[in-house]
């Protein structure tokens, strides 16, 4: 039988009556199945529960030889023998983000579910397998229908870059791209001209200069400090123009 889930036989030893042989009874059986390569064969049959409070059952491997379009291998009478193909399901490693399936073999036709855990800073650009032939097929979606091949399994992802500046009256003094968690460069300490009242010390910037997890800026903050008055006489004059006043009276030039 060929469905959906690729190729399927179901293998009984039975007496000339029709009867299943007694349990014991081993014989050399060879099976002829039409299968045109044997590489993703696999054949099994399922081992009953060990106890009544356990329904689990338990698939054991049988060895056997492929010659053509045969397959050969001991059978024990009673025993039902199944022999699908079976393709494996390898995952190529990302030193950027973690991938998962729900079955690293499977037959064709099976639903792959592909999970993907994306660090913070990583963005995923596209997940894909690649099949025997080498070609590339690109996932619409996180499931899949598993080809006739053994496949791999690939993620493309990239670094986020965020840009950090640091501004000083309205004007950028530094900026730079980091990655998520790097440490940004500040720059030196940023220096404001006096104007006619108050001079301007830095004191720092608008919050405090930290790991790299977003776009970021940040902005110098200064601190005001009045200027001293320049002392006048009584008439409001200061003592360098009085000065001057006098020697100008007194036909003298400085």
Known sequence: NRGNKGYSYTLKLHDENGEILDTGIESELSVVCDISAHEGLSLYYIEEPHSRSSSEEVRQKVRYTAVDNAITFKAVAGVTYYATVEYDVMLVSSSLVGISVNKLTANPGDRISVSVSVPLGIELDGLYYIDSTGEKHYLESRYFSMPESDIYICAEAHYIRYTVKFVSEGKIISMAEYKYGE?????????????SVYSYEFVGWSSEVGNVTSDVTYTAVFSEKLLPE????????????EKLLILGYSGLTI
């Open 230 to 241: 320049t002392p006048k006489n009584d008439q409001g004059l200061s003592p360098k123009v």
């Open 183 to 195: 440490m940004p460069k500040i720059p030196d300490a940023p220096k404001k001209a006096a104007d």
